[in-house]
């Protein structure tokens, strides 16, 4: 059974930094690609960064120059390094695997989402 475990969020004053980290754990086969999501309440999850295995990388407009995407095949690990932090990047953030294939079922390739962690940033 596949997990996705996200580690780093808390709190943090404006233009400051955190690093959050998600481990995709169990039977993994294969990932196409990993992202971090955000979502506040009573908005839409929205897509902050996303890496393919190939490395490609794309970045919301409002965090480019500020938010590093990374991913470490081998250990299926993605990792979000978070600089000059805003207020507006408080959120829920959230991992997700892209067409993560497992060893049982290295043909049937599926979506695999994190169960959240808050970043909180003040002014």
């Known amino acids: 059974q596949v997990r996705l475990v996200e580690s780093g969020g808390g709190s943090v004053q404006a233009g400051g930094s955190l690093r959050l980290s998600c481990v995709a754990s169990g039977n993994v086969f294969s990932i196409d690609a990993m992202a971090w999501y955000r979502q506040n309440p009573g908005k839409r999850r929205e897509l902050v960064a996303r890496?393919?295995?190939?490395?490609?990388?794309n970045y919301a407009d409002s965090v480019k120059g500020r938010f590093t995407i990374s991913f470490e095949n081998a250990e299926n690990t993605v990792s979000l390094m978070m600089n000059n932090l805003k207020p507006e990047d408080t959120a829920v953030y959230y991992c997700a695997a892209e067409n993560l294939a497992t060893t049982d079922r290295p043909l049937f390739p599926d979506d695999y989402w994190g169960q959240g962690t808050q970043v909180t940033v003040s002014s």
């Open positions: 890496v393919a295995s190939g490395g490609g990388t």
